[in-house]
């Protein structure tokens, strides 16, 4: 028997600011998050600007003093997205059948500060200077297991490292434990704490990143002809999903469904994605045969649209040969033009945005499109909102590696 998996609470950390209502009236008004490195000093860098979780961020509250001392950044993230979304989802805890909710959660790089720091310290002081809880704070499983430590789910986890598909991926896995009976309840999403200096050196080093130090707001510019690469970010986006049975049994509020999932690789190159854009077009159209979804059907399509060449060109030509002539009609952005780039909690952050497009039937803008590429030649609702009814969205995110990755998302009720 299948379940209908429904989403019943949400959660958000990002540059823009902490929660979802936040988070969702700045895209909206098309406000940039993008700001000078502050967290190291990035004076000696090609790329000087990124998307840095804001002053707002408090995870005190989520955790004590004493944990928060034990925990990467981004497990912290995590932490504080996941209080929210439990909190909305009006779960109590621990469950009474904890061994039926699980945690799948997705990160691209885990603790990569610790990481840095624990190499700068082995090499200035020796072996001994290193710290015992390194190893917890750096993997990338312990950010799911935390969560399960924290609301006492002892039902399926999983730590999804996919890079930038991360997110997604950990959704629709999750989505599987439910729709699957295996799971009735499973916290799932994407956390990055990855504004630091090895991963800007590296990825300046790939020549991947925007290097507009002067004009941080107007970096990111998906779609946009004089864009220059991608700007990179950190944050955390988290939901509760369920079974419609668990969740209406107990009269939660469901703020939209997961309808289907679908999850390709190009087999193509290490770091440049199929130009062809077959990949991508597989991913989404498996996600829309999961659903049993005709794509005449989807209003709204959250881009993956990191702002770089090849990723922007090669979407807009996926999109294109599934859509055929209804691809003019569907609304599309990229919400990075706004955020950056959170590699491993993009697709579950932009997930979130489908979903607040679904309930409000407002589209976010891409920013900063302002002389669009002649082979982006598609609806990405140019610096300014829009409002249509929204039914049905699709969220893709693509990854290094040729990693594809989409969800379907269905307006509840």
Not at 155 to 179: D, H, L, Q, W, Y
Not at 234 to 259: N, P
Not at 368 to 391: G, H, I, Q
């Amino acid at each position: 028997m299948q379940h209908k998996v429904v989403i019943t609470g949400m959660g958000m950390v990002t540059c823009l600011a902490t929660g979802v209502a936040a988070n969702w009236e700045a895209v909206t008004a098309g406000r940039s998050g993008i700001g000078p490195i502050t967290l190291f000093d990035a004076s000696r860098f090609a790329t000087r600007i990124a998307g840095e979780v804001k002053a707002d961020f408090d995870p005190v509250g989520h955790v004590s003093q004493k944990e928060l001392r034990r925990m990467d950044r981004f497990q912290q993230f995590a932490l504080v997205a996941a209080g929210e979304a439990m909190q909305e989802s009006g779960l109590t805890w621990p469950p009474e059948h904890p061994y039926r909710w699980g945690v799948v959660l997705g990160s691209g790089m885990g603790g990569l500060e610790t990481i840095e720091n624990a190499v700068a310290s082995c090499i200035s002081k020796g072996p001994r200077s290193i710290h015992p809880l390194v190893i917890p704070k750096a993997v990338i499983n312990l950010g799911a297991a935390m969560l399960s430590i924290k609301y006492g789910f002892k039902g399926p986890n999983m730590g999804i490292v996919n890079a930038c598909t991360s997110g997604t991926s950990a959704i629709g896995e999750a989505f599987r434990f439910v729709r699957e009976g295996r799971a009735d309840v499973v916290l799932t999403g994407g956390s990055e704490a990855v504004v630091t200096k090895l991963s800007v050196s590296a990825f300046n080093a790939l020549r991947a990143l925007s290097t507009r130090n002067d004009e941080p707001e107007k970096a990111s510019r998906p779609f946009d002809r004089d864009r220059d690469g991608f700007v990179i970010s950190e944050g955390a986006g988290i939901l509760v999903l369920e079974s419609e049975e668990h969740a209406i049994q107990r009269g939660a509020e469901i703020h939209g469904v997961i309808a289907g999932y679908g999850a390709t690789d190009d087999a193509y190159h290490f770091v440049m994605p199929d130009p062809d854009g077959e990949g991508a077009y597989w991913a989404m159209r498996y996600a829309l045969e999961d659903a049993a979804v005709d794509p005449s059907l989807i209003e709204y399509i959250n881009a993956h649209g990191t702002s770089t060449d090849l990723n922007d060109k090669m979407e807009t030509l996926a999109i294109k040969k599934l859509f055929n002539r209804a691809a003019q009609k569907v609304s599309i952005s990229s919400t990075k033009s706004m955020t950056g780039h959170m590699i491993g909690a993009a697709g579950a952050v932009e997930a979130i945005f489908s979903v607040m497009a679904l309930k409000t039937g407002v589209i976010p803008p891409t920013i900063n499109l302002d002389n669009p590429d002649p082979e982006c030649d598609l609806d990405y609702t140019p610096n300014k909102a829009a409002s249509r009814e929204v039914r049905w969205a699709l969220s893709n995110s693509f990854a290094f590696g040729g990693q594809n990755a989409s969800l379907v998302l269905q307006r509840h009720g």
